[in-house]
């Protein structure tokens, strides 16, 4: 635990004057995992989602060939303008960076094949 402040709360003190980042009455342990407090609650009132159950397109609903190709240029394209930006925040290494493009291109490159194909 951290100090005893005037308040007699224990814990770490807001960083500001008049700016109440933490819940005093929280365990240190969920003040210290950076997550807002509301995000915990919600935690432990809901289960984890499991891959099954996570929202997806109705398995009813085709979707085009065509569509699927669009979808993936426009994804490429977002990429192509977007990595520049976290590369030079530092935030992505210009190898993955690369490396991703290229995987996506590559998925344009198989739709675009197979589309060649049937026609």
Not at 85 to 101: D, E, F, N, T
Not at 106 to 114: P, Q, R
Request: glycine share 6%.
């Amino acid at each position: 635990m951290g100090p005893r402040h005037a308040n007699g709360k224990f814990g770490l003190r807001p960083q500001a004057r008049g700016t109440r980042l933490y819940d005093w009455n929280r365990p240190t342990t969920e003040v210290l995992s950076g997550l807002h407090p509301a995000r915990h609650e919600r935690e432990a009132r809901e289960p984890a989602r499991s891959p099954q159950s996570a929202p997806v397109a109705s398995l009813d609903e085709d979707v085009s060939l065509t569509a699927q190709i669009d979808c993936v240029r426009r994804e490429v394209s977002m990429r192509e303008k977007s990595y520049p930006h976290q590369i030079a925040q530092g935030r992505l290494a210009s190898p993955a960076a690369a490396k991703q493009i290229a995987r996506m291109r590559a998925v344009l490159d198989t739709l675009v094949a197979l589309q060649r194909v049937t026609g």
